[in-house]
């Protein structure tokens, strides 16, 4: 396997010989829920079943993607911060994380991250950055902090001395108990500096008729990278921000997370069913 300077690779080893068709992936199946067309029957077939049990997870999609997009121009306008590291990237869309904050401040730095070799295929429409910023493109996976911060092209990009917005939205839920999410987390905040941002959302069951709520936590042991969404609870989300500064409105649903000029009428919290914050480390 060989890589060109961005981290993309090449050669032998292109991304499309590292795609299974034949088993749904995160990051497609919420591409086909955002009405995307990078996804395959796997990723629709596991995402009508979703929906079956939440038929609003479409809703729930869409306003998940508002609330990255609403966090990005916090961070950039309100926090000042230039440096983004955004983990469970997901197949491109409009307004990107570097498109939001650049549109703001030009000079912003962002690396992206994500383990579905569809989402590496479309890496050049990633890193096209501002003159004044950069964008870099990192094949790895949340379980994998060490190569992530150690990572050449994160290196490269961003200045881990200077404060960081790490972006945990809607990758967390992907991980059951087993690994420890709230480890890997904590090891990627404290290798920022103080002054840096954890900005993260979170589906939950908080807001389920219990007996789908029970279907749900059971369907999703022992899912894996590719199965489905570990929902956890208020007070199980809260846990991660741990140590950290939660800015206003605090934990919240991410439909109504500083939407004051999101698109009205505003979902329910139990149509979107995701918890959302951003926090600071002092």
Not at 3 to 20: F, L
Not at 35 to 62: C, H, V, W, Y
Request: proline share 7%; charged share 20%; hydrophobic share 40%.
């Amino acid at each position: 396997m060989t890589t060109d300077a961005h981290g993309a690779m090449t050669g032998s080893a292109h991304p499309s010989d590292r795609i299974d068709t034949s088993v749904a992936h995160p990051a497609r199946r919420y591409n086909y829920w955002l009405g995307g067309k990078d996804n395959f029957q796997a990723d629709r077939d596991s995402g009508d079943a979703m929906a079956e049990a939440f038929p609003t997870i479409r809703t729930a999609a869409l306003e998940n993607r508002r609330f990255l997009q609403r966090a990005v121009r916090y961070l950039a306008r309100e926090a000042g911060i230039r440096q983004f590291l955004d983990i469970g990237t997901g197949i491109p869309t409009a307004d990107n994380t570097h498109e939001v904050a650049q549109r703001i401040a030009p000079e912003s730095r962002v690396v992206y991250v994500d383990n579905d070799p569809i989402v590496l295929a479309h890496a050049r429409a990633l890193l096209t950055s501002s003159p004044q910023g950069a964008t870099a493109y990192i094949d790895a996976d949340l379980r994998e902090p060490e190569k992530i911060l150690t990572h050449p092209e994160l290196l490269r990009t961003i200045d881990l001395s200077r404060p960081v917005a790490l972006m945990l939205v809607a990758i967390l839920h992907f991980l059951p108990d087993d690994d420890d999410p709230k480890a890997l987390l904590t090891r990627l905040v404290d290798a920022l500096p103080p002054g840096s941002y954890l900005a993260a959302s979170h589906a939950t069951h908080d807001y389920l008729p219990p007996h789908i709520a029970e279907q749900a936590k059971a369907a999703a042991k022992g899912g894996g990278p590719h199965g489905l969404v570990n929902l956890r609870s208020l007070a199980e989300f809260t846990a991660y921000f741990e140590g950290l500064e939660v800015v206003e409105p605090g934990i919240t649903s991410v439909a109504e997370w500083h939407a004051d000029d999101a698109p009205q009428p505003r979902p329910s919290v139990a149509e979107v069913s995701m918890y959302g914050a951003v926090a600071c480390k002092a």
